[in-house]
């Protein structure tokens, strides 16, 4: 059950786009179509973006976007705000029926 | 509404026990999986367990194998989280999560607002 692997830190300025990458196996990330990100302020509970690699939950802006290929799935953020600087992680299912996640990505819209 | 509400979080010596309880409402609380997380300080998300709306075939990290012990009462709408052995590793903020109605999924977008468990001597 090793953590997925995220870059510790993006950044971008005001409505450029960015993209976090999520890097785990073939038991995992490639193995199922079931990856999630979730975005997490500080001292807050997560917040679900993205479910099954790239569906929206009603009322997620349609400028956080998912995508997989292979072990790698990546979450985009176009037109960045300053209210999207936070942590981002994603999370997938494994062959284990356990769930991992990420170590986390820090988003500094600059 | 969906609401879930984390409680019995505390401050306890390496070695003892702790049962977390987390309340459930505003959704059919026996047709969904729920997820324990826990993250400790600074540091970022770690699954902990996972038991499907049954209440049947529960599943765990490895770091809690063994010690942890997920369970529900759906008639209560009450899901817990018994922590045996208890170590300073797992001194985290716990949050209670509701699952899709698949599984597989992973966790849905309902997280409780997380109860704190410190270990120290």
């Known amino acids: 059950q090793s953590a997925l692997t995220q870059p510790a830190s993006v950044s971008g300025s005001p409505g450029q786009s960015i993209t976090i990458s999520c890097t785990g196996t073939s038991s995992d990330v490639g193995g199922y179509n079931y990856v999630s990100w979730y975005q997490q302020h500080p001292g807050k509970a997560p917040k679900l973006m993205i479910y099954?690699?790239?569906i929206r939950p009603s009322g997620v802006s349609n400028r956080f976007s998912g995508s997989k290929s292979g072990n790698t799935a990546s979450l985009t953020i176009s037109g960045l705000q300053a209210e999207d600087e936070s942590d981002y992680y994603c999370s997938a299912y494994t062959s284990g029926s356990t769930i991992v996640f990420g170590g986390g990505t820090k988003l500094t819209v600059l | 509404q969906v609401h879930l509400v984390e409680s019995g979080g505390g401050v306890v010596q390496p070695g003892q026990s702790l049962r977390l309880s987390c309340a459930a409402s505003g959704f059919t609380f026996s047709y969904y999986a729920m997820h324990w997380v826990r993250q400790a300080p600074g540091k970022g998300l770690e699954w902990v367990a996972v038991i499907p709306y049954d209440g049947s075939t529960k599943y765990y990290a490895d770091s809690v194998k063994g010690r942890f012990s997920i369970s529900r009462d759906n008639p209560k709408n009450t899901l817990y989280l018994q922590m045996n052995s208890l170590t300073p590793e797992d001194t985290a903020v716990y949050y209670c999560?509701?699952?899709?109605?698949?599984?597989?999924?992973?966790?849905?977008?309902?997280w409780g607002q997380g109860t704190l468990v410190t270990v120290s001597s």
């Open positions: 099954d690699v790239s």
């Open positions: 999560a509701r699952g899709h109605l698949s599984m597989l999924r992973g966790v849905d977008a309902y």
